[in-house]
Nanobody
Framework: VTLAESGGGGVQAGDSLKLSCAAS????????MLWLRQVPGGGFECISSITSGGGHAWYEASVKGRFTISRDNAKKTLDLEMNDVRTEDTAMYYC??????????????RGQGTQVTVSS
């Protein structure tokens, strides 16, 4: 399993940013996928997940209405559109593969991450 995130960087509060994840080494279309984030000294926080077919998405309360998760099963990519970012969104962001589709925040593999830094 290989997951490679990209798109992070430094932005201002209120800006938009799009993260992408390229997946390989497993049957991407049959697995739910999710985005995690982690701040220094903290644990992994599941902030958004999407079903294998892309028909259903879930968002953690602090990002709901601002972030949009999407996937392209033909290209084996997962995206996270981040709008109206806040300083508290500053974290390392990871895409991850769901262990089983009954719990879309339970993951087995993650990428190396991409850093998002939001300044005021």
């Amino acid at each position: 399993v290989t997951l490679a995130e990209s798109g992070g960087g430094g932005v201002q509060a209120g800006d938009s940013l799009k993260l992408s994840c390229a997946a390989s080494g497993f049957g991407f279309p049959v697995y739910g996928m999710l985005w995690l984030r982690q701040v220094p000294g903290g644990g992994f926080e599941c902030i958004s997940s999407i079903t294998s077919g892309g028909g259903h998405a879930w968002y953690e309360a602090s990002v709901k209405g601002r972030f949009t998760i999407s996937r392209d099963n033909a290209k084996k990519t997962l995206d996270l559109e981040m709008n109206d970012v806040r300083t508290e969104d500053t974290a390392m962001y990871y895409c991850a593969k769901v262990i089983d589709n009954s719990n879309l925040c339970k993951w087995s593999h993650r990428g190396q991450g991409t850093q998002v830094t939001v300044s005021s």
